[in-house]
């Protein structure tokens, strides 16, 4: 099955000054979310499959759009995250079946690579619900500097019969870090923590 989409919105965030503090180069991160029909609104269905494909789907569009706001290629990106709002008339395992069984693999394809985990959230909500993408880094997932958010907010989505997902990319950390921890330059990449 494939997505019905009814709006794509993409957001691109620039930090330049924290604390009055110049940050050199800025932080930027960006966000790509649809909006699109849950085909399984209103009634219980055992079989989420195609909600699992619509996930594999958007995955890669909206990695790829997510990319493209920040003008970047893919293996510069290094944080990263999902997120899902189901309308009223959705549940939330609606919204896991598209951010978990599949939409990983073509995230890390457009990023060239990705061993942590993806973080994600999900929630039900109404017109204008804000979605908070968490992020973390996208190879070492102890990297503090990394630990952040994004916040992204449609106003007319999600209707109750839709679901809309939403997917973040990073080139950098967040503005001023320093709570310590692994810092980027120690990442190993090859387990997903360190």
């Known amino acids: 099955m494939k997505a019905e989409i009814r709006k794509i919105a993409t957001f691109v965030e620039e930090t330049h000054r924290e604390m009055d503090k110049?940050?050199?180069?800025?932080?930027?991160?960006?966000?790509?979310?649809?909006?699109?029909?849950?085909?399984?609104?209103?009634?219980?269905?055992?079989?989420?499959?195609?909600?699992?494909?619509?996930?594999?789907?958007?995955?890669?569009?909206?990695?790829?759009?997510?990319?493209?706001?920040?003008?970047?290629?893919?293996?510069?990106?290094?944080?990263?995250?999902?997120?899902?709002?189901?309308?009223?008339?959705?549940?939330?395992?609606?919204?896991?079946?598209?951010?978990?069984?599949?939409?990983?693999?073509?995230?890390?394809?457009?990023?060239?690579?990705?061993?942590a985990l993806i973080p994600s959230s999900k929630k039900r909500g109404g017109l204008g619900c804000v979605l908070d993408v968490p992020l973390g880094h996208k190879d070492a997932a102890y990297v503090r500097s990394h630990f952040d958010g994004m916040e992204v907010q449609i106003n007319d989505a999600p209707r109750a019969n839709e679901i809309m997902v939403a997917i973040a990319v990073t080139d950098s950390g967040r503005p001023l870090p320093r709570v310590g921890g692994l810092t980027k330059a120690e990442i190993k990449g090859e387990d997903g923590l360190r």
Do not use: C
Not at 33 to 38: L, M, S
Not at 53 to 61: A, D, N, P
Not at 87 to 113: Q, S, Y
């Open 22 to 115: 110049g940050i050199n180069p800025p932080t930027r991160r960006a966000a790509a979310v649809a909006v699109i029909a849950n085909p399984f609104a209103g009634k219980y269905v055992e079989d989420l499959t195609p909600l699992m494909e619509i996930g594999e789907e958007l995955g890669r569009l909206l990695t790829e759009k997510a990319v493209a706001a920040l003008g970047i290629e893919g293996a510069r990106a290094e944080s990263y995250g999902k997120a899902a709002a189901v309308g009223e008339n959705g549940e939330l395992e609606h919204a896991a079946a598209i951010l978990h069984p599949k939409m990983g693999a073509p995230v890390r394809k457009v990023l060239e690579k990705g061993a």
